[in-house]
């Protein structure tokens, strides 16, 4: 009987176990840097990538009529902008349109709103393509693709070819992680804006 007992506690104690924690984020080197850019956010306002620094930032790229897997990363972007006040956190947020010919002040606006964005925290931002498409590729490490020639060739799949990861930006401008847009990935994400907060600035 003694040994029945036992057994039942030791499945009990089994049952009691905490699921895994999420990988925990690795080393964070400089990826890349982020080059200079000149854009507008959804309140029409300049903002440089000077504006940005002195607090890490979790950026995203995405285009106001994806169905695909834009909703996703503003989603956890959303997950974030909550975590981040009720922990007192500093980072910020930033979603950039790949789609700057049909996502202006007024379409950021509407996602922002939607989103509940605080401005102060979270920027969309729009402007002139080149810009943009230079801070994807050399600085989010990421393809981007070209709506315009695909409409121009009477291409049916309009859709954007872009980034869907988060990715981490120091407060110099240094792409350090890049993470899923899952429950896991933001984790991950809190952790390494965790570590950069506390880094020696470069």
């Known amino acids: 009987m003694r040994h029945l007992a036992l057994l039942v506690v030791l499945l009990g104690l089994a049952g009691c176990r905490r699921a895994p924690a999420p990988e925990p984020v690795p080393e964070l080197p400089v990826l890349a840097a982020i080059p200079d850019f000149a854009l507008v956010d959804q309140a029409g306002k300049p903002v440089t990538l000077a504006d940005l620094r002195g607090v890490p930032w979790v950026g995203v790229t995405f285009f106001t009529s994806c169905r695909t897997i834009c909703p996703g990363l503003l989603k956890a972007q959303g997950a974030l902008q909550?975590?981040?006040?009720?922990?007192?956190?500093?980072?910020?947020?930033?979603?950039?349109?790949?789609?700057?010919?049909?996502?202006?002040?007024?379409?950021?606006?509407?996602?922002?709103?939607?989103?509940?964005?605080?401005?102060?925290?979270?920027?969309?931002?729009t402007g002139d393509y080149a810009v943009i498409r230079r801070v994807v590729v050399e600085g989010f490490l990421s393809a981007i693709g070209d709506k315009r020639a695909k409409v121009a060739m009477n291409d049916v799949d309009v859709d954007v070819t872009h980034s869907g990861k988060l990715i981490v930006v120091d407060a110099a401008g240094n792409a350090r992680f890049f993470a899923e847009p899952t429950t896991e990935g933001i984790t991950q994400v809190l952790d390494a804006l965790r570590r950069l907060e506390t880094e020696p600035r470069r």
């Open 82 to 125: 909550s975590r981040l006040l009720a922990e007192h956190r500093r980072g910020r947020l930033v979603s950039l349109t790949v789609d700057p010919e049909n996502d202006d002040v007024a379409r950021l606006q509407q996602v922002a709103l939607r989103l509940h964005a605080d401005p102060a925290r979270w920027s969309f931002l």
